[in-house]
């Protein structure tokens, strides 16, 4: 009925308007009621459903992470922003239309006599539509919903400066400060909130969206307590939709949660699910009331039938790894810690497509298990943990850091358990050797029987059931029954009966050649071949034993000395590695006093004695064992009175004094550079090497030798400078220097071709074999790129026709890596008879080589194990500075 009248108003406002003019260059009463009514019925009220729409929109396609504090508002996820385009866009163009087309900003005209204040404060005005303030909200939280948070912060301050004193610009503050908040201008958001709170005119009808807004600020402030306080007073507003009445409880039980008052997040969990929001939020709220529960709780019975009961709908068989995390917690607040211990390793073993509760369960296990300590579980479940949680977890870098060191101690326990089981299987009698590893084959044999036992039962079974299956079909008279006359393979009940048999009779076996055998190491064996896709060789051609064998367990046994010499080393550095993890990783110190003692009883003259003793004063003094601490400083003092160990003890300054000495090169080589800066070459080149001389091996060394290379390079010359830059490549090769130098020598290579050639030449020298006369040689053209090989190798094949065809010689062409061609002609009996070639195609290489000019060709002969090397150089030019030395006899 509203609707109606609306709409016969408009129809009315409309004819009227045909008679008198409305326009918005006029500011009377009949025109202002007229865009009025139009903008409010015709264009504000279509724009205001799309917003809604958008918004309903928006509360389905929104993806809550319920592992973080939910987001107050929608527009706050990027997906809605999205989903919701089309309709905000739609609101956005309304609101567009109205301002365009209906505001009145012309004055009206002033009635005669005096003016009232009311009358004054009307010719005031900006704006004389009363719906233009509400199209530009609408537009702002239509840009919000867009994502397009700086055109809503310009939207809304847009009303503050046209609209001051209207009450609507209370709304627009709290908008404003909701776009602050979204593109992270926290100090503008809280002085607009700020200011609102102290504001006593501040309309009742928007205390929702300002209390709302100031949760969103702590929030993000992570500022739980005053989040959740002005939560509640949100929630306590009248006209609150129940989406946001869902949603704001929700959220308010995660802030008491993170603020641990737990009664208070349960109470509000408890809250949503009376509200009967959506099952994903519901089943979250119910393991979340589980998470907040504590011990001693009346509700911890009902808590868990209520889990179990989730744990048996089959909706929930995602959801499980989190129902067993729940249940885990429970059990864990009553003190039944291996209950809790099974429940999460259950969430962990359960978890199909949660990442993240995968993650959370394998660090709850981590952290139970590294408490006890046990710290190879531990490690196992930290790597997990890792593996599997965001990198932007909470304390995330720790967990990595926690994690390397856990499997850096795994990795050196395993090598120590090892390495002291086979030397004391070494150290047994063979017989007596012998009969431990028959016994460990015989466990290991009972096993793998019990495994196939019990695998062949559940074959049965499945084909017993399949059997079953497939007889009640066949005399159902479906058409599954009517399948018997189809050939087997396309028979699919045949073929699922078929299959359990078979693999219960021969196990899992590749469709492949001999797949009856299972051993196939025995049919290489007996035929003499090693047969490539036997499992008896790895990809690196060792040899894989059977773990039923007595060399797969005895390959590790050091049953001669070097053997054993290996065995004691990799245990040695293993205990010495465990017992730094211990200390300084774990903080563990009995446990690092444990491996530093057994270090230093079974290696008291190995590689880490004074190290050790340090190790153990230390130890003992951190745990209040000073006599103990006493006598390992005596003992290294004794022993070692020279190691940086017990000048540590000796001299408390030892460490200052280190630094000053690191520090005194560091001064030399300013000193050096300053020279160099100055241009003193030869000083630089005389204090290079005093310092070279005085700080061998220390890490400054090649700056000394580079900035050396570069001023005698300045005094002597380039070719000098070369060799500096070469003897600095070859003794420090993976320096910054180094790498300095090559790039000198590649320019030097580019502006100085002589240089080049010069370390060719050598480089043939030390390539190329020594020139032998009598060995069979080739005839080579070397043409290099653009020129036309083809046209070359034509007029040298009628040449040889014409004159050499007595000589059966060939003709190859070979193309090397830098795109220069070859052409080979071979072969000749020795050097003398491929010279004696070369001079005549010399004499004729107008007619031969007609058109090319001499800098583009190169002719020469080799020997034929000169030609292999050249062709693996894949240049010639090394080789063709070889050859005008030995056969040329140029230098």
Known sequence: MLFRNAIYKIIIALLFCGVVSCSVEKNTSLSRNFHNLTSHYNVYFNGYESYKRGVEKARISVKNDYNRILDPFLYEDESVNSAVSSDMKRAIDKATKVITFHSITAKPKVKEGNQSAKDKAFYEKNEYNKWMDDSYILMGMAYMYQGEFFLAVETFKHVLVTFPDEEIHFLAMVWLARAYIMIDEMKEADRILMTLADESAFPEDYLEVFHSTRAQYYIKMEAYSGA????????EQKGLEKEQKIRYSYILAQLYEETGENNLALENYKRVTRYNPSYEMAFNAKVSMAEVFESGSASSDDLKKLLKKMLRDSKNKEYKDQIYFALGNIAFEEGAKEQAIEYYQLSVSSSLQNQYQKGYSSLTLAEIYYEEPEYILSAAYYDSAVSFLDKDYPGYAGL?????????????????ELE???????????????AIVDGIIEDVREAEEEARLAEQQAMQDMAFNQSMMYNNKSTSGGTEGQQGGQWYFYNLNAKSFGQPEFRMKWGERKLEDHWR?????????????????????????????????????????????????????????????????????????QESITSFEELLARYPDGRYPAATMYNLHDLNNTIQKPETAGFYKTRLLTKYPESHYSKLLNNPNYIQELEAEEQKVVRVYEQVYEKYSRKDYAAVIASADSAIEQFKGDPLIPKFKYIKALSVGTIH?????????????????????????????????????????????????????????????????ALLPGENVNQVSFDLLNYNLDHFNQYDLNIDNVELEISDNLLIVSVFTNAEGAVRYLQVIEENRVEILAGIPSSQYRMMIISIDNYEILLEQKTYVPYYLFYKKHYLNEE
Do not use: C
């Open 228 to 235: 959740a306080e002005h939560l509640e007073l949100a929630l």
């Open 717 to 781: 010359g380039k070719e000098v400078m070369k060799t500096e830059l070469d003897s600095l490549i070859a003794q420090h090769p993976s320096t910054e220097e180094s790498n300095l130098a090559r790039e000198i020598i590649e320019y030097m290579y580019v502006a100085f071709p002589v240089i080049k050639e010069a370390d060719q030449a050598q480089e043939a020298e030390a390539i190329y074999t020594v020139f032998d006369p009598e060995q069979e040689h080739h005839f080579l053209v």
């Open 517 to 589: 055998r299972k051993n196939k190491q025995s049919l290489s064996e007996l035929t003499g071949e090693v047969d490539a896709a036997s499992d008896s060789l790895n990809d690196g051609g060792t040899v894989i034993f059977d773990n039923k064998s007595r060399e797969y367990y005895l390959i590790n046994v050091p049953l001669t000395d070097s053997a054993m010499e290996q065995s004691n080393l990799k245990l040695e550095n293993a205990l010495y590695n465990m017992g730094v993890i211990y200390k300084e990783n774990l903080l563990d110190y």
């Open 400 to 416: 990595s850091t926690l994690s390397a060191s856990l499997n850096g101690l795994v990795y050196n326990v395993g090598i120590y």
């Open 420 to 434: 002291d089981s086979v030397q004391i299987l070494a150290g047994l009698p063979e017989e007596e050797r012998l």
